[in-house]
């Protein structure tokens, strides 16, 4: 891995999957407490309809998707607070429709044939410099926003009415919320692709809610799982002529299976301790 960081492509790959570990541990933990994993997908499919829009009209491809995929991503939020019982199917359409719209744009766009595969799959290793400062910009807003309402979303998470009687902005939240999660959804995609993304999104996270005392310790041990999860995934892509991507949450994946088998290990550990305990204690009452 290090001979390959003599190349400027794998180092700004590597700086990409980075950047991207910790937005995710971010908010993936917010995706995986609230359960919005169903409306994240929504919020990733329908980015496509961003990225023909980007191609189209010749865009940079990380400004012209996130409009789109905040206006896609405000539409889905108003629709889980007023139509619940609707929300999945509603979601479900607007997921289509995004797709539809970015595939057509793309076929109609003159001059040019775009890569589908690229970014349903992700194109990490072609990651330019340019965009890598306007990650770490949106980083640093994200990463800003949640510590500054890190309490309220803190309540807003874990018990919304709670929340509402000590007077947090609840609807309000929970717009900026979703705003920052389409954000993050967008600069994912480049990484590990809008198929992949809420992999990354909430396997880390899934992961440490295992272990994690609290929300923050969830999200910083979010962030370094995914920035392990990264790095290997990229190497095996280098030495393997794998495609990275992919490789990237085949290893965040086999790493939640691992930490379920030894999550099942340790209950039964302990199960069978408190059991030899307990007959312990029985024959030592009736001696």
């Keep these: 891995m290090i001979e390959a960081l003599q190349f400027e492509f794998m180092r700004n790959a590597l700086i990409a999957g980075l950047l991207a570990s910790i937005i995710c541990g971010i908010m993936g933990t917010f995706v995986v407490v609230n359960r919005i994993v169903f409306l994240s997908g929504g919020i990733a499919h329908a ?44 979601i479900g359409v607007i997921w289509a429709l995004g797709m539809a719209f970015g595939i057509i744009l793309m076929d109609i766009t003159p001059g040019y044939n775009v890569d589908l595969m690229s970014y349903l799959f992700g194109s990490i290793l072609s990651v330019p410099r340019s965009d890598l400062w306007i990650m770490v910009g949106l980083g640093l807003l994200i990463t800003a926003l949640v510590a500054l309402y890190y309490k309220n979303l803190l309540a807003m998470s874990y018990d919304e009415e709670f929340a509402r009687i000590r007077g947090v902005p609840v609807k309000t939240l929970y717009f900026l919320l979703i705003g920052m999660l389409a954000v993050t959804i967008v600069l994912v995609i480049q990484v590990v692709g809008l198929i992949l993304v809420i992999a990354l999104l909430t396997i880390p996270p899934l992961i440490m809610e295992q272990y994690a005392k609290s929300l923050f310790q969830m999200m910083v041990g979010a962030g370094i799982a995914g920035a392990l999860f990264t790095v290997i995934g990229l190497w095996l892509s280098y030495t393997c002529n794998l495609t990275s991507g992919a490789s990237i949450i085949m290893v965040s994946g086999i790493a939640y299976f691992l930490s379920l088998l030894i999550s099942r290990i340790r209950i039964a550990i302990k199960t069978r301790s408190k059991q030899n305990n307990g007959k312990l204690k029985n024959m030592s009452s009736r001696s």
Aim: proline share 2%; no cysteine.
């Design 47 to 90: 980015a496509y309809g961003g990225i023909g829009l980007a191609f189209y009209f010749g865009w940079p491809f990380l400004l012209g998707t996130i409009g789109f995929s905040l206006a896609a991503a405000m539409i889905m939020a108003a629709i889980t607070l007023t139509a619940k019982h609707r929300a999945d199917s509603v």
